[in-house]
């Protein structure tokens, strides 16, 4: 993605996941076969999978399963896709920050606070960044502690680190 993220209306009438496989584990694509409200990693899939609305539909995202293959690889670093994640004005503002974080850097809560123009909101930023629904494509673990430490991820610490070293060219993933 160039610039912020913009986001578009996915049809709520029609929901499909797909899994894709990944060195991290299967990644489970949702959305309306074109555009993707959510990207969860398997730690997620029993809670997200159970919704009865959602159908399975094998190869419904092929766009998004190339750049994400792309990106393991090591031969892409932004995505294009059309996104449309689930969430509130500020939980949205908090997303399309997120996508402004280059490939293989990082930045704290307190600087996406800043970059929102809402420097207390630390503490809501934390919490916006944890209820990403689309990971990876919206890089919400390109985001660390101010000490530098890494903090919280739905994926699990081992696979935030993971990313963080296949984007700061330290480990190659197969």
Not at 29 to 41: A, E, K, N, P, S
Not at 105 to 115: H, I, S
Request: aromatic share 6%; glycine share 10%.
């Amino acid at each position: 993605m160039h610039g912020p993220a913009q986001f578009v209306t996915a049809d709520a009438t029609t929901r499909v996941y797909d899994i894709v496989g990944s060195p991290i584990g299967g990644l489970a694509l949702i959305g309306d076969g074109t555009v993707l409200t959510g990207l969860y990693m398997e730690t997620d899939h029993a809670r997200v999978l159970a919704d009865p609305e959602l159908t399975r539909a094998p190869g419904a995202f092929p766009e998004a399963a190339d750049q994400l293959d792309a990106y393991f690889s090591g031969e892409r670093t932004t995505f294009d896709l059309p996104l449309a994640p689930r969430g509130t004005e500020f939980q949205r503002a908090v997303w399309s920050a997120l996508t402004e974080i280059p490939y293989g850097q990082t930045t704290t809560y307190a600087q996406l606070a800043l970059d929102i123009d809402r420097p207390t909101a630390i503490r809501a930023v934390g919490a916006a960044n944890g209820r990403n629904p689309i990971s990876l494509i919206i890089p919400c673990h390109r985001v660390i502690g101010t000490d530098g430490s890494l903090t919280g991820y739905a994926g699990g610490l081992p696979r935030k680190r993971t990313l963080l070293d296949l984007e700061s060219g330290t480990h190659m993933l197969t």
